[in-house]
């Protein structure tokens, strides 16, 4: 059965487990190396002075997260945020980032926030490292395309794009 709940920086040494693999395996995140526990624990309780950080839990192990954060840091930009998803590469294709999804589109538009969207680690061409399932996922999610950044992240001795995605989820009144 899978649940959800509010992350806390205590939580990070678990998140770290799922997010390491993507770290070491994967391109889809950037990093290169995986933060130090006290560094990922900082960066949760950061999150969490403003947006929502929720974990997922599938049979009382936690199988994923996903949380809101900054769009670009400026003041003008206060109902726009950047969403993140991780989900366990044992606990993929299971529903968890739809239930992560939803739950923190539903948070953030009740916090007021408008737009959303995501930074998308993208392959020209798929290979063992990127796919683009991200996008595939974002795309189902009800996100669209917003921006194309060409060979912008160098990772495992290869150029990797960028995309940016959108999702808008309130009235501009």
Same mark, same amino acid.
């Given at each position: 059965?899978? /649940? ?24 889809? /995140? ?19 002075? #403003?947006?929502?950080?929720? =974990?997922?839990? +599938? ?51 009740? @916090?007021?926030?408008? +737009? ?14 990127? /796919? ?11 996100? @669209? ?12 001795? #290869?150029?990797?794009?960028? =995309? ?10």
């Amino acid at each position: 059965m899978i /649940t959800l709940r509010d992350a806390s920086p205590g939580d990070a040494g678990h998140l770290l487990e799922v997010y390491a693999p993507y770290v070491m395996k994967t391109a889809i /995140t950037f990093e290169y190396d995986v933060p130090a526990l006290g560094e990922f624990r900082s960066r949760i309780a950061r999150t969490l002075e #403003r947006y929502p950080y929720l =974990v997922a839990l +599938n049979d009382g192990r936690i199988s994923g997260y996903a949380y809101g954060g900054s769009f670009v840091g400026r003041k003008a930009y206060e109902h726009s945020a950047e969403v993140s998803i991780y989900v366990a590469q044992d606990s993929q294709r299971q529903g968890i980032g739809r239930l992560l999804y939803s739950e923190l589109e539903s948070r953030l538009k009740a @916090s007021g926030i408008l +737009n959303l969207y995501a930074c998308i680690a993208y392959p020209e061409t798929e290979d063992e490292y990127l /796919t683009r399932n991200s996008v595939e996922f974002h795309g189902h999610m009800g996100f @669209s395309l917003a921006g194309h950044f060409h060979d912008c992240g160098y990772k495992f001795g #290869r150029w990797y794009s960028m =995309v940016w995605m959108e999702k808008i989820i309130g009235a501009h009144t």
